[in-house]
């Protein structure tokens, strides 16, 4: 083959090259847009969904951020002993929770998740506590959406810590409207009796963390904090992303 033909067809070759990462590139744009979700700037090569700026404008002090009980809505008896966050609430961390949550980026939750696995090693937590729990979903619930948001911010908290995950202990055994579309009074309805444990045997005299995506009025996770300590859980405290201020 002449000299002339072989360069011919390798530039051909690395023209083909170039229009197949042209498309890849388009295709992967599409999927993922290049403008970040939180703040519409232009994403980097290297970030996706959300920009490298909007992440560090989230970040809390290095121990989380403590929720005082009196900062919650719980009528009555509080069934966990504390409650940490990742980030301060403002419109972008809850714009990143909806994302998340309803446009299905679920690879959002391994930055959110190793966040909340960091608040646990800062604050020594893995020497003390046992396990970790989701928050649960009904099933017909984590079908329609295609995960468990509790569950993957969950796991990426235990590989973080250490501590390990149990997600099976305990169940949702009702299929309970959205809180956010309720009074307070019809939340309060809305939550009792919905979780059910399955493995008393497995939390007795344990020390558990439980991870949800938001807290609010932290009637939710009080419930199923009641339900963990009715068989036998020694100690809970709750962790979110986020916690909105209601007055």
């Known amino acids: ?19 197949l990462k042209y498309l890849y590139k388009s295709f992967f744009d599409f999927i993922y847009p290049p403008f970040c979700y939180t703040c519409d700037e232009r994403l980097k090569e290297s970030e996706r969904l959300v920009c490298e700026k909007c992440w560090n404008s989230f970040k809390p002090y290095e121990g989380g951020i403590k929720i005082e009980k009196k900062e919650l809505n719980i009528p009555g008896k509080t069934n966990f002993s504390e409650c940490y966050l990742t980030y301060n609430y403002n419109e972008k961390t809850l714009k990143l929770i909806h994302i998340f949550k309803y446009s299905k980026k679920s690879s959002l939750s391994i930055r959110m998740g190793k966040k909340l696995g960091e608040v646990i090693k800062k604050n020594n937590f893995e020497k003390k506590f046992d396990m970790i729990i989701p928050v649960p979903l009904h099933k017909s619930r984590e079908r329609e959406r ?58 007795k005299d344990k020390e558990i963390i439980l991870i949800d995506d938001i807290i609010t009025t932290g009637l939710t996770v009080n419930s199923c904090c009641g339900e963990l300590k009715k068989h036998g859980a020694k100690e809970i405290i709750c962790m979110a992303v986020i916690h909105p201020v209601e007055k």
Do not use: C, H, W
């Open 1 to 19: 083959m002449k000299k002339n033909e072989m360069f011919s067809k390798s530039l051909t070759f690395m023209k083909i090259q170039e229009s």
């Open 146 to 203: 295609g995960f468990n948001q509790s569950d993957l911010l969950s796991r990426f908290a235990s590989s973080e810590s250490g501590i390990p995950l149990f997600k099976n202990i305990v169940i949702r055994t009702k299929n309970n409207k959205s809180q956010s579309q309720l009074s307070y009074k019809e939340r309060i309805e809305n939550v009792k009796n919905i979780f059910r444990v399955k493995q008393p045997e497995m939390i």
